[in-house]
């Protein structure tokens, strides 16, 4: 078999994977107008099961936090049951499957939402970009910044969302502590300018982040519970002053806590910062480290082998390749992804991707 290592099983915490080839968590904008998991995603998933392990998209854990406008929630009891159809799908075909739960922060929009203003560490809007709405693409409005006596709402919402996640069948959650939403904008320098105990030195600003693992925790076991970070994507107006610092600092946290895996995003989606942060992961996190962001099959093959790291979570491939195992056991050729179709509703670009040839 070509690539052996990523074809060996491992064990993350309680879960055991078949196989190294996960698929990473992808906003896919495919639910209802509530905010539901809809029969469509769940065929969407089930075609993926092969995956050593899925990670499902980003879920508005606590309600009026929409940034993508048709995401996924899980803070209701229709979205329970909703998402109870995708797990109950995904683990008929044998598949393991737990959920990203995540607040979006600034990310958010007045017109996603109610008219709420988006909170945040700090009153800093993203620029240079917009946001889908109803109306159009819009820019980004100035968040406000949330007051302490505030965030152990946040925190017991969090907490909600991992037991809706259990009675939705998942077999863990991932906390999402990347790409410039509200958890990573605490953690890094240039979103959070706040005092107080949230602000300030690298262990204040890591505290929310922290605190929701936490609590997630106390629902599932550390063992169950993993935590995605990105300490140099610059997605959303992203930027710390030490992002080693950073990795060092969460993976040691994150090892103390016994946590299934971390989830580390290698690099900067728009190429504004570079560095090595796989390095000081793997040295202070003990457990299962996932690399993610432009791996191949080839270069995923030989990190694991070498012991950079212990399974590669792989994004558009996915998305476009139903069976990216097969495909890769056989060095079949993949599918090509078409940008067009990440975030249009229907099952165009979505479940109707073929898998490989017999």
Same mark, same amino acid.
């Given at each position: 078999?070509?690539?052996?290592?990523?074809?060996?099983?491992?064990?993350?915490?309680?879960?055991?994977?078949?196989?190294?080839?996960?698929?990473?968590?992808?906003?896919?904008?495919?639910?209802?107008?509530?905010?539901?998991?809809?029969?469509?995603?769940?065929?969407?998933?089930?075609?993926?099961?092969?995956?050593?392990?899925?990670?499902?998209?980003?879920?508005?854990?606590?309600?009026?936090?929409?940034?993508?406008?048709?995401?996924?929630?899980?803070?209701?009891?229709?979205? $329970? #049951? @909703?998402? =109870?159809?995708?797990?109950?799908?995904?683990? /008929?075909? +044998?598949?393991?499957? &737990?959920?990203?739960?995540?607040?979006?922060?600034?990310?958010?929009?007045?017109?996603?939402?109610?008219?709420?203003?988006?909170?945040?560490?700090?009153?800093?809007?993203?620029?240079?970009?917009?946001?889908?709405?109803?109306?159009?693409?819009?820019?980004?409005?100035?968040?406000?910044?949330?007051?302490?006596?505030?965030?152990?709402?946040? $925190? #017991? @919402?969090? =907490?909600?969302?991992?037991?809706?996640?259990? /009675?939705? +069948?998942?077999?863990? &959650?991932?906390?999402?502590?990347?790409?410039?939403?509200?958890?990573?904008?605490?953690?890094?320098?240039?979103?959070?300018?706040?005092?107080?105990?949230?602000?300030?030195?690298?262990?204040?600003?890591?505290?929310?982040?922290?605190?929701?693992?936490?609590?997630?925790?106390?629902?599932?076991?550390?063992?169950?519970?993993?935590?995605?970070?990105?300490?140099?994507?610059?997605?959303?107006?992203?930027?710390?002053?030490?992002?080693?610092?950073?990795?060092?600092?969460?993976?040691?946290?994150?090892?103390?806590?016994?946590?299934?895996?971390?989830?580390?995003?290698?690099?900067?989606?728009?190429?504004?910062?570079?560095?090595?942060?796989?390095?000081?992961?793997?040295?202070?996190?003990?457990?299962?480290?996932?690399?993610?962001?432009?791996?191949?099959?080839?270069?995923?093959?030989?990190?694991?082998?070498?012991?950079?790291?212990?399974?590669?979570?792989?994004?558009?491939?996915?998305?476009?390749?139903?069976?990216?195992?097969?495909?890769?056991?056989?060095?079949?050729?993949?599918?090509?992804?078409?940008?067009?179709?990440?975030?249009?509703?229907?099952?165009?670009?979505?479940?109707?991707?073929?898998?490989?040839?017999?």
């Amino acid at each position: 078999m070509s690539h052996p290592s990523l074809f060996t099983p491992v064990q993350a915490g309680a879960l055991k994977l078949p196989n190294r080839i996960l698929m990473a968590p992808l906003t896919r904008c495919r639910a209802d107008a509530d905010h539901v998991p809809t029969p469509l995603m769940a065929e969407y998933y089930a075609q993926r099961a092969s995956a050593g392990l899925i990670i499902a998209e980003a879920t508005m854990a606590i309600e009026g936090n929409s940034s993508f406008w048709m995401e996924p929630g899980i803070y209701s009891d229709a979205q $329970v #049951a @909703g998402w =109870k159809l995708v797990t109950d799908a995904v683990h /008929a075909k +044998g598949g393991c499957i &737990v959920l990203q739960i995540w607040h979006g922060g600034r990310a958010c929009h007045p017109l996603l939402n109610g008219g709420a203003q988006p909170v945040a560490p700090s009153a800093i809007p993203i620029t240079g970009d917009e946001v889908h709405t109803p109306e159009g693409k819009k820019p980004y409005v100035t968040p406000r910044e949330l007051r302490d006596d505030e965030i152990p709402g946040i $925190v #017991a @919402g969090f =907490k909600k969302a991992a037991e809706n996640a259990k /009675a939705a +069948g998942f077999d863990g &959650v991932e906390v999402h502590g990347a790409n410039g939403y509200l958890l990573d904008e605490f953690l890094r320098d240039g979103a959070n300018k706040r005092s107080g105990p949230y602000g300030g030195p690298l262990e204040n600003r890591a505290r929310l982040m922290l605190e929701v693992v936490d609590a997630v925790i106390s629902v599932w076991g550390a063992d169950r519970v993993g935590l995605r970070i990105s300490p140099l994507n610059s997605y959303n107006s992203m930027i710390d002053s030490d992002p080693v610092a950073i990795t060092e600092y969460i993976a040691k946290e994150a090892s103390a806590r016994g946590l299934a895996y971390l989830h580390v995003m290698r690099s900067d989606f728009l190429q504004a910062q570079s560095g090595d942060v796989m390095t000081p992961a793997r040295h202070h996190f003990k457990g299962v480290l996932i690399g993610n962001m432009g791996y191949t099959a080839d270069e995923a093959e030989q990190a694991i082998a070498a012991g950079q790291l212990d399974a590669v979570a792989f994004g558009t491939s996915f998305l476009a390749n139903p069976d990216l195992p097969a495909r890769i056991a056989a060095k079949a050729e993949l599918n090509a992804p078409n940008a067009a179709t990440f975030y249009s509703p229907g099952p165009a670009g979505y479940t109707d991707y073929p898998a490989m040839a017999a």
